[in-house]
Structure formats: C-alpha cells, structure tokens
C-alpha cells in the first residue's frame, strides 16, 4: 500500500510563491512517475505537472509553464512543486499522483493518489 501526503499549501497574493510537497510512504518511491493536479471549485480536475522516477523528464500545463517547477527528492520519497507567479486563478486543491510511467500520469487515472492541499490566491 501506497500512501501520499501532501503539504504546504496555503493563503498568499496574487504573484506571491508557494511550495508544495508530496510525501510517499509504504514502498520504494524512486521507480514511480509522479505528479500534480489541481481542481478548483465547480470545475474538472486538471493536470499541472508531472516528473519521471529520475527526474529526468517533466512535462507542465501550458496555464503554469514558466512560472511552477516540478521535482522531487528519491532520497527523501518527496515530491514538490514551486509556484511562483500566482494568480487568483490558481486557486484549488493540489492533488500528488503516482502511476507506473509519466504517460499514465499524466492521464490522471488510476495510480495513487494523495488527500489534497488546498492553496488560496487573494487578489
């Protein structure tokens, strides 16, 4: 059994920075793709980034391209995002996903995935 939790989360301005992370417990992190999703009120859940098992690999939604970096620590069985930039429309609840390979992650279906942390961007 997989279990992920995330951190970090929270009220910040609008162009202000956050950084969320991602937790794995249960089994050996480091072969695992993992990434990011958020869903906002009233709206689908979206993928945002993900990260292959050695990082060698990222790939981002085109709404936070140049502004979130996605890594990870295989050390320390973490993941993280770095949002810099924020805008009011980044607020949601951050979800951590991991799956077999970074194609599946970034279908957002299956795998395990993490309770949720929410981030609130103020205007």
């Known amino acids: 059994q997989v279990q992920l939790v995330e951190s970090g989360g929270g009220l910040v301005q609008a162009g202000g920075s956050l950084r969320v992370s991602c937790a794995a417990s249960?089994?050996?992190?480091?072969?695992?793709?993992m990434g990011w999703f958020r869903q906002a009120p009233g709206k689908e859940r979206e993928f945002v980034a993900c990260?292959?098992?050695?990082?060698?690999?990222?790939y981002y939604a085109d709404s936070v391209k140049g502004r979130f970096t996605i890594s990870r620590d295989n050390a320390k069985k973490t993941m993280y995002l770095q949002m810099n930039g924020l805008q009011p429309e980044d607020t949601a609840v951050y979800y951590c996903?991991?799956?077999?390979?970074?194609?599946?992650?970034?279908?957002?279906?299956?795998?395990?995935w993490g309770q949720g942390t929410q981030v609130t961007v103020s205007s």
């Open positions: 990260i292959s098992w050695n990082g060698a690999s990222t």
């Open positions: 249960g089994r050996t992190f480091g072969n695992q793709a």
């Open positions: 996903t991991e799956n077999i390979n970074i194609a599946t992650v970034r279908g957002g279906r299956g795998g395990y």
